[in-house]
């Protein structure tokens, strides 16, 4: 898997959507066992990150989708600034926390709306093997939202 993948088509890559985009940035590759991680170095990092991470996720889309084309072949890559995805990973399992804590004591479900696939699959991992509560995600997208909810 991933044969044709190199982290110098990755840097390049990045490299080149950089100059299009006007921006200074550079791209550190790492191929991790179970996806290719790009770390980004800039001092644009407010506009790489964009609002609630929707910059980093559409840039993540883009070059896994150009990483494809140019090779023919899918592997996850994983792009980050500054190791925001992982700072918000802990916000949100630091969240996910407290809430299960809200639902317990007080009965009652707790609904938490608009949250990415992602962000929401964060809270369910985050509280698998909570004997207090339980999580399942309602709705349908764009208005699907997660639900902690205590066991009886």
Not at 36 to 54: F, H, P
């Amino acid at each position: 898997m991933a044969e044709k993948i190199e982290s110098k088509l990755i840097e390049d890559l990045m490299t080149q959507l950089f100059t299009l985009a006007g921006l200074s940035a550079t791209a550190t590759v790492e191929k991790g066992e179970e996806s290719w991680n790009v770390a980004l170095e800039s001092d644009d990092t407010a506009i790489l990150i964009g609002k609630r991470g929707q910059n980093l996720a559409s840039l993540n889309r883009w070059l896994s989708s150009a990483v494809f084309a140019k090779t023919g072949e899918k592997f996850p890559i994983k792009v980050d600034v500054d190791n925001w995805r992982g700072h918000h990973e802990e916000r949100l399992v630091e969240m996910a926390l407290k809430l299960a804590q809200k639902a317990k004591f007080s009965g009652q479900p707790q609904k938490v709306t608009n949250l990415t696939p992602l962000e929401r699959r964060v809270i369910h991992t985050a509280l698998t093997g909570n004997d207090d509560v339980e999580t399942f995600s309602e709705g349908v997208e764009p208005n699907r939202y997660l639900v902690i909810s205590p066991k009886q």
